[in-house]
């Protein structure tokens, strides 16, 4: 949804409730008050409009008095901050994830995939939160979001620095905002690697999440996080004593490849050393991800500047570097995304399975 839910809610009734209400407070003070006033006496339309223009204000400012004094000073667009939207959903989430009894972990994560992925010193963009309220921390690191692909069909990729598409589609390798919950971790075997003139294994350690709503299909997707390393196999050597060989007695070989703070098959990446600060904070510890923005953000942002309206005014948020960089961003729901997906996977050639050849 596009509109801010509020941050301590008793139950998926009342927030639903609320957000629909807010919904048509805002759509009657942006677009009904100034019919209302080209159509009836100035007198009565002015007094409608003034009190619902007292409505909304209140809202937002007790959304806003939740927040504790030391965590607002993080809250705004700069580098390093986070939106006041995605901050009071993570809060919502978290807070209603703790009193079901779902997590118990004394920090939560956020994510806000409409920044850029680089700042303007060069630097890693800033766009994942790990927040602790009870330590009285907040950290921003660098995060990767979806490529997308580009299909005949469909062209649903994105660039390095900012991320146009949107889906929960399988197999669309794109990013889809939303409730997560970490889940357990699996580690696998890549390859061996050089380091210090010696052949060493690399390990990565995925996070899995579980979604709610449209979400839901995490798993399905294969959708959890990791370290922004991969390792891009050349070759093969024999080496029986390794407990990785394979039934032959080889091993694969490769270079490592960072890819920290840009882009992704579709998971939420990190540098190594916040992904393994990360995983040991939740590891049999769950907490709550909430990554921004939802599909109905999309679509109101993507309606707003169709129309030429003001995000602000709207009450609706993106980052605004990518903003300009994007024109507008597009979700692709997975009814209509999937079929074409599945298409382009059947039409592929059946190749051979890889099969590395021998280093030299």
Known sequence: ?????????????????????????????????????????????????????????????????????????????????????????????????????????????????????????????RRFYIICEDDKSFRAVSSGFGNGRKLQRADFSNGRQCAKNFSNAEGSKLTMGGSYVTAETRTSFKGYYSQSDEKVPFRRTFLLFDGEGETENARERAIGGHMAVFLKWQCRYKDQESPYADEEGYVPYGKLVNYTGGRSNGCTTWSMSDSEEIIALVEDNPTTLYIYPESGDISAVANAVREGNSLSRAGLYWNDSCLRAIGSPKFWPKSSLQPIINAWRQSLPKNPPLVLPFCK
């Open 1 to 125: 949804m596009s509109l801010q839910p509020l941050t301590d809610l008793d139950n998926r009734v009342t927030f639903f409730t609320t957000v629909f209400a807010k919904s048509v407070l805002r759509l009657v003070w942006l677009e009904i008050c100034p019919l209302l006033i080209n159509s009836l006496r100035v007198s009565i339309a002015a007094v409608v409009c003034v009190a619902l223009s007292g409505l909304v204000p209140t809202q937002a400012a007790s959304q806003a008095s939740d927040i504790p004094a030391w965590l607002r000073k993080h809250v705004g667009t700069g580098e390093g901050q986070i939106a006041a939207v995605v901050l009071e959903r993570a809060r919502a989430l978290y807070q209603r994830k703790r009193r079901e009894g779902v997590v118990k972990n004394p920090c939560y994560f956020a994510k806000d995939a409409t920044r850029p992925s680089a700042s303007r010193d060069g630097a890693p963009g």
